[in-house]
């Protein structure tokens, strides 16, 4: 007999007909069903909050060191969506990915809700503490340590942190807080600051103004991914594109194409470390005016064997210098990444003095100064050099405890700085972390501070602009979680320990620490918007985003460190032999995760890298003349080996590099730093090895030679661009 | 026989689903309706009502803002405080005061995602609350309308004032 069955087919068609049937009958009335939701009302409403209507609020972007401006967009006390300030003048309402992946850092499922203290370290089990608890067990470390032997690693901090942070480090006798984060060496801020204090006696950050110029010479400034203030050099960019008269004339010298060279007229795939040395040629072609002793004994012919670019091209290109109005020649990250970088700026910025640009409409100026002398900008970025005499000092026992915030060491710096294995010296380390990353899980105690949308702070914008200006930061919603600010931290240890570290910090919170700061301002003539009091400038502070004069005003740079002699550009030195490692090792900081610290934010995981199209993973990118010669193709899993290490990653077959490079992406390879973030690719500074730059001592994180190894895997890398249709899309 | 037999397991099953996805998608399509037996407050409307407020006393976002809202618990206790205190759901409404806590009520009516709308417009145009949520001033607990969907809400935009009525009727009015 046959049974009596239903296909899985035919009971899909049924179960379908019947909804559909369902659907149409549904406008019958039925009894009451639950939807299945819950009303919370406030139980006491803020006053400003209307439900269902968004409240907008400026602060100031954290997610790098530029400070843009924003306005965040709030719905019942939640943040919603972060847009650039359009009045604030640093980024003109704009933002980048990253500024825009700044709530992910709010709502991260990962962040830290509470202080803990770690049950042994790398054991990664935490013990949540009372915040009274925390503070009172630092306060006996502290006391019972040498002043002297008290560390503060931050990265590049916020100018609010490092005026609390220094001031109390001074008045117990501590020495004032080390600066180093790996984006900040990534793009070369230690050097541009050494350079400025040479050539025109003053460590404020040089800035171009690219908007008016005509001509760019950009020495690996990558402007418009992750150079100094990308949002602002974007804005100018677009301006030097648009403007009438002709669209300007971009030359960008870099071994690898970034998203600027993409965007560039010409791309000189320079060789590694020749940058200087290029620069050299131009003003010698040039000729160097009553400067031109510098280029005595240039021999042209030779630089360009050196450089890998023809003779003719550079001629061609010293002309166009030679014929421009406003021609702008930029220094940027990778002259900065080789030994001899401090030259390199030097020379680079020669050209800015022999084309008489320096000071002028579309040439170099120096920061704005601060609008108040109270206000001022935190100082440049330590060098690796300081970071490596932190290092000898852990070794030698001479580090009683060693704070952590906004950097993490443990992952950024080279491997072979063995900076992870000196801390096992340190007695008590503290991180200020918001997550778990690589540095934290070697601390004791981890005191998370609140994220920035949760905090109080000011920025004064230094790394871009053609004004002075400061941002103005502010909670934009109340703390998630039992966090706390850092700066309050501190005030409150300050003010526990009594004495000169309580004077040194005199305020009674941090709101009231703010309102006093930004008063300092008020009463500027060069005010945007006008109060009569100073409650009202405060409350004036906070709405508009900040403080910006009303009129363009640059600061001009005084060319005192100039001579009329020769300048020496040594050649760089690399790490490894070339007949064992034949490759150059260019690592760039990501697009969208910087240097690592963007990683645990999924969007910005998943954003693809503008030149490769890849995500998510770490990658090689390799000449196709080179991956022929090693045998491999796009997807290849490969090892990179060079004198200080290997590490795996797939393969980009990628012509916009010059074959005898390899560049990697920084940013991934994390062992920590939540789900998001951990062991996902590897991390390229595992390869860099501890050259400096002997005149500024910058870690010369360019300078590692490699080898490739095939491992005869594949492994599927996420790319938004199809392989199949040899960059066409196919529609199937 | 046998072969009539073997054809009506079939139809017996297709019945058996017909009827329930008739209920099950009946059930699901009704944008609408909300739960009114089970708040966690004791709420009426009517007695709110005959004591002469306002909707928009409580609702009082309805004339500014997409949402009418749902009043604050402050605004319960401060008439509460003093009026109806022995009554036990106010003394509960006290306590959700006492421990600083949200009360958290059952939603009524709602609208599906894809729609967009806003109480702002048609409080000022005049519409009174009774026209689309019923006569609530004559109901203990709120109960939910029982249709609230497309068809409905055109009826009424269709029968306004010819100047307006054809962009009433865009789709773009509520579908963004």
Redesign the interface.
């Given at each position: 007999?046959?049974k009596?069955t239903?296909s899985r087919r035919s009971f899909l068609k049924?179960?379908g007909?019947?909804?559909?049937?369902?659907?149409?009958?549904?406008?019958?009335?039925?009894a009451?069903?639950?939807?299945g939701?819950?009303?919370?009302?406030?139980?006491?409403?803020p006053e400003e909050a209307?439900?269902?209507?968004a409240t907008w609020y400026a602060t100031t972007c954290r997610m790098c060191a530029a400070g843009c401006g924003i306005m965040v967009r709030t719905i019942n006390g939640r943040a919603k969506k972060i847009e650039g300030n359009p009045s604030y003048p640093l980024n003109d309402g704009k933002t980048c990915a990253r500024g825009q992946a700044g709530l992910q850092a709010l709502y991260n499922p990962d962040r830290l809700r509470n202080a803990v203290k770690q049950n042994g370290r790398e054991s990664r089990i935490f013990e949540p503490l009372h915040w009274e608890t925390a503070l009172s067990s630092l306060m006996d470390k502290i006391e019972a340590a040498d002043p002297a032997n008290i560390i503060f690693f931050g990265g590049v901090m916020a100018d609010n942190l490092y005026y609390v942070t220094s001031r109390w480090l001074e008045a117990i006798g501590a020495p004032p807080p080390l600066q180093y984060d790996l984006h900040a060496a990534l793009e070369g801020r230690a050097t541009s600051a050494k350079a400025a204090k040479k050539l025109f006696g003053t460590m404020q950050q040089p800035i171009y103004d690219i908007a008016n110029a005509d001509v760019i010479f950009s020495f690996g400034a990558n402007f418009v991914e992750t150079w100094m203030s990308p949002v602002s050099y974007s804005r100018a960019y677009s301006k030097f594109r648009g403007q009438t008269g002709g669209r300007g004339y971009l030359v960008q010298f870099e071994p690898r194409m970034s998203a600027t060279a993409a965007t560039a007229d010409q791309w000189v795939p320079i060789r590694p470390g020749m940058d200087g040395l290029v620069a050299l040629a131009l003003g010698k072609i040039l000729g160097g005016g009553s400067f031109s002793g510098m280029y005595h004994n240039i021999d042209i012919k030779e630089i360009a064997h050196a450089s890998g670019i023809e003779l003719d091209t550079l001629k061609k290109m010293a002309r166009i210098l030679a014929n421009a109005d406003h021609p702008v020649v930029v220094p940027g990250g990778t002259p900065a990444g080789h030994s001899n970088g401090y030259d390199s700026y030097l020379a680079i910025h020669s050209l800015n003095l022999i084309l008489n640009q320096l000071g002028r409409e579309g040439g170099v100026y120096i920061s704005p100064n601060s609008p108040a002398e109270a206000l001022e900008a935190a100082p440049m970025p330590n060098s690796f050099a300081d970071v490596e005499a932190l290092i000898e000092r852990m070794n030698g026992g001479e580090v009683e405890i060693l704070f952590v915030h906004g950097a993490n060491p443990v992952f950024e710096l080279p491997q072979a700085a063995a900076f992870k294995e000196a801390l096992a010296n340190v007695p008590y380390i503290v991180s200020f972390s918001s997550f778990v990353d690589e540095t934290a899980v070697q601390s004791d105690l981890i005191l998370p501070d609140n994220t920035y949308l949760e905090s109080w702070g000011y920025q004064v914008a230094s790394s871009g602009g053609d004004r002075p200006a400061v941002a103005s930061q502010q909670p934009i919603v109340e703390r998630m979680y039992d966090t706390r600010s850092t700066t309050e931290v501190i005030m409150a240890l300050a003010k526990e320990m009594g004495g000169a570290a309580a004077k040194a910090l005199p305020w009674e919170s941090e709101i009231l620490f703010m309102e006093d700061m930004s008063g300092s301002i008020y009463g500027s003539s060069l005010t945007p918007y006008t109060t009569k009091t100073g409650k009202e400038f405060w409350a004036a502070f906070r709405q508009h985003g900040g403080w910006w004069a009303n009129k363009k005003l640059s600061a001009e740079p005084e060319a005192v460190g100039f001579k009329n002699s020769p300048l020496p550009v040594a050649a760089p030195n690399f790490d490894g032999r070339a007949r064992e490692y034949p490759l150059f090792l260019h690592p760039y900081p990501s697009v969208s995760l910087s240097d690592g610290r963007g990683a645990n934010l999924p969007w910005l995981q998943e954003a693809p890298d503008p030149m490769t199209t890849a995500a998510w993973n770490t990658w090689v990118e390799m000449n196709p003349q080179t991956a022929h010669k090693y045998g491999v193709h796009d997807n290849d899993v490969v090892k990179i080996i060079s004198p200080n290490g290997e590490i795996e990653a797939r393969v980009v077959v990628y012509p916009g590099i010059r074959p005898d490079v390899v560049a990697i992406p920084v940013g991934q390879g994390h062992e920590d730093y939540g789900r998001y973030a951990q062991k996902r690719g590897s991390n390229p500074m595992d390869l860099v090895g501890t050259i400096t730059d002997p005149k500024t001592g910058a870690l010369a994180w360019a300078s590692a030679r490699v080898r490739i190894e095939r491992t005869g895997r594949k492994e599927k890398l996420a790319r938004l661009e199809s392989l199949h249709g040899h960059g066409k899309e196919e529609l199937t | 026989m046998a072969q009539v037999k073997r054809r009506k397991v079939p139809f017996i099953l297709l019945a058996v689903f017909l009827v329930t996805a008739v209920l099950v998608g009946g059930y699901y399509s009704q944008q609408s309706a909300g739960a009114s037996e089970s708040q966690p407050v004791d709420y009426s409307h009517k007695v709110h009502i005959d004591a002469g407020m306002e909707c928009l006393y409580c609702h009082s976002n309805a004339g500014r803002s997409p949402v009418a809202g749902v009043p604050s618990v402050q605004k319960c206790i401060g008439c509460h405080q003093t009026i109806a205190t022995d009554n036990a759901d106010v003394q509960l409404v006290t306590e959700y005061w006492n421990n600083n806590e949200p009360i958290p009520w059952e939603r009524v009516n709602k609208q599906p995602d894809f729609v967009y709308f806003s109480h702002q417009p048609h409080v000022i145009s005049g519409l009174a609350c009774e026209e689309c949520h019923g006569d609530i001033g004559e109901m203990d607990l709120a109960a939910p309308m029982e249709k609230m969907d497309m068809g409905w809400c055109l009826d009424c935009h269709e029968q306004q004032h010819e100047d307006i009525a054809p962009h009433l009727w865009d789709c773009l009015v509520c579908h963004k």
């Open positions: 007999m046959k009596a239903l049924l179960v007909g019947a909804a559909a049937a369902g659907a149409t009958v549904g406008a019958m009335p039925v009451a069903k639950k939807v939701e819950h009303f919370e009302p406030y139980v006491v409403p209307l439900p269902g209507k | -």
